[in-house]
């Protein structure tokens, strides 16, 4: 199936670490770029991190910044996301989506260029 699926989240508390994981079949060849979003209750969706599997480089928002990494594994089918220092604020839906462009700086927070999203796993960090 071209949707990717999330797995991994959870629970954790401040300062802890936990790590999503994001899979895609089939299709993954169809993809360049791959990123992870975010919507906690009340606000909008917004980018978190995202990765050109074609070519490696990867992004971050700056809110996530030093704590968060994003990587991919050799097979180009699964995606990570590595979540270090947690804060509160990190409490929110993850979401991975998948696009057939090429992630660029200042452009790959973009909703709009994401063809196929998953459905989500929620992350929950407390104090």
């Known amino acids: 199936q071209a949707q990717p699926v999330e797995s991994g989240g959870g629970s954790a508390h401040t300062g802890g670490s936990l790590t999503l994981s994001c899979a895609t079949t089939?299709?993954?060849?169809?993809?360049?770029?791959m990123a992870w979003f975010r919507q906690a209750p009340g606000k909008e969706r917004e980018g978190v991190a995202a990765?050109?599997?074609?070519?490696?480089?990867?992004y971050v928002a700056g809110s996530v910044n030093g704590r968060f990494t994003i990587a991919q594994d050799n097979a180009r089918d699964t995606v990570y996301l590595t979540m270090n220092n947690l804060r509160p604020e990190d409490t929110a839906m993850y979401f991975c989506a998948a696009g057939p462009y090429v992630c660029q700086r200042g452009a790959w927070s973009f909703q709009g260029g994401y063809t196929y999203w998953g459905q989500g796993t929620q992350v929950t960090v407390s104090s």
């Open positions: 089939r299709y993954a060849s169809r993809f360049n770029c």
């Open positions: 990765i050109d599997v074609t070519g490696g480089a990867s």
